[in-house]
């Protein structure tokens, strides 16, 4: 670890104007290791004057334009420095979030080394995204500017801190804006060291700036804050409405949330290779111990081939590798803490209370460790209307509900709160189609399992319904971080 993060006594500091600062926060949080559940450092709880002063900086270095008036090539020189120095340090990176959070470090998906490939996406984004020139009458000319939004606050979540912070920071510094990154009080420190490898890259002092606490208190006072441009969230439902309020509240700036989901996957019974779906559906559900807002908990299966499916997906489950998350042999490691923990075994116990039949799992493992461990867990003739097929549990707990044709693979696909994303397996074109038109989210057909770069870092994801609203991810998703100024010259 650097060491320049935390300051004797382990506190991490915030990371404000280019300098390791004091926080003014009245108080302190223990973050624990949840593969031993022992303490590794204290937080901040965070304070408005902390948000304030990271704004401040902010907006300074926003409106002395220097980085919002600088030129493209030099942006784009930047970032890709950025990228190259988060590359080398990605073994950092990734012992850092294993220690806080524990998502192992053998885990390639959404790692450290993918957040440096995903700079380097925006890098050569920098000079890609343009307004336009409208036809006119022969006495106007009628242009439409991309500008950057100002400030923008980054609200991240702990499941894939290094990722999650650049999928935010990476495209709003493209556009040029100035950034507020608050991570999450579980894993706060990839994200200061992110704040330092960016000042080194030459991102000039005040344009990024790294702001550790609480949601109740930092993340608090960056949605309500009247000098903050932009809110960008990931995260809860419930907290993604909250800054929604914050917004109408304060100065109406614009929020872009990714929240909640309760993603199904659909398999049909029509030839499709049963095998490569059960690899895909029990991997999802193992990385990062099934703590993914987009993870398939809900198997929609039809009818004929449910025994076989669960069977498959359970002898896959078993052969995770259970261990500390800084194992390099952990294939599957903790949940991120113990609020976690008791959350996922509050809604097993419930599923096992209202007498949903337990396939597997579904109990404490590794107690002796002190971490917050749980079995990979399947439960089977779940109704629609479950609380676990309709509530986002955020762990390793899979929900068997049987379908028996396209009409109600669709209706209760579609029947959540959600709307995140879905997993179709089929082996026909045709059901394929079908489903993603009738699918109200982002829909993956799968005939076999995926093992090539696809678009890479250029795909866009918009959620519906309480899973978000906006767009992330490829030029469109940089395009979230600009704003769109009309030009209008009558000149006779």
Known sequence: MNLSITKLGGDVLPFIDGEWCASKSDGHTEVLNPSTGKRILDLPKGSVLDADAAVSAARSSFEDGRWSESSPSSRKKVLYRFAGLIEASSNELDSLDAEEMGKPV??????????????????????????????????????????????????????????????????????????????????????????????????PRGVLNVVPGLGETVGQALGLHLDVDMVTFTGSTSVGKRMLQYAGQSNMKVVMTECGGKSPQIVFADGVDLNAAADSIAQHLLTNQGQI???????????????????????????????????????????????????????????????????????????????????????????????????????????????????????????????????????????????????????????????????????????????????????????SYLRRQLVWFSHG
Do not use: H
């Open 106 to 203: 053998a885990e390639v998906f959404s790692n450290a080394a993918a957040a440096a490939e995903l700079v380097r996406f925006y890098a050569e984004a920098v000079d890609k995204v343009s307004g336009a020139v409208f036809t006119s009458d022969k006495g106007s000319f009628v242009a439409r500017r991309v500008i950057p939004r100002g400030v923008v606050a980054a609200i991240v979540p702990w499941n894939f801190p290094s990722f999650c912070a650049v999928l935010k920071v990476a495209p709003a510094l493209a556009a040029g804006n100035s950034v507020v990154l608050k991570p999450s009080e579980l894993s706060s420190r990839s994200a200061l060291r992110l704040g330092q490898l960016a000042l080194e890259a030459g991102l």
């Open 293 to 479: 807002c987009s993870v398939g908990s809900r198997l929609l299966v039809q009818r004929s081939i449910e025994r076989a499916m669960i069977d498959k997906i359970s002898a896959r489950l078993g052969n995770a590798v259970m261990g500390d998350a800084l194992d390099p042999k952990t294939t599957f490691g903790p949940l991120a803490s113990a609020e976690q923990y008791a959350r996922v075994m509050r809604y097993i116990k419930a599923a096992e209370d209202e007498g949903v039949q337990l396939v597997t799992g579904g109990r404490r493992a590794l107690p002796e460790t002190g971490g917050y461990f749980v079995e990979p867990t399947i439960f089977q003739n779940v109704s629609p209307q479950a609380r676990i097929a309709q509530d986002e549990i955020f762990g390793p707990v899979l929900s068997v509900i049987p379908f028996d044709s396209e009409g109600d693979a669709i209706r209760i696909a579609n029947d959540t709160i959600y709307g995140l994303a879905a997993y179709v397996w089929t082996a026909n074109l045709s059901t394929g189609m079908r489903m993603a038109k009738g699918v109200r989210s982002t829909v993956f057909v799968n005939a076999v399992a995926p093992k090539n770069e696809g678009a890479g870092y250029a795909t866009t994801y918009e959620p519906t319904a309480q899973s978000g609203i906006g767009a992330e991810g490829g030029l469109a998703g940089m395009e």
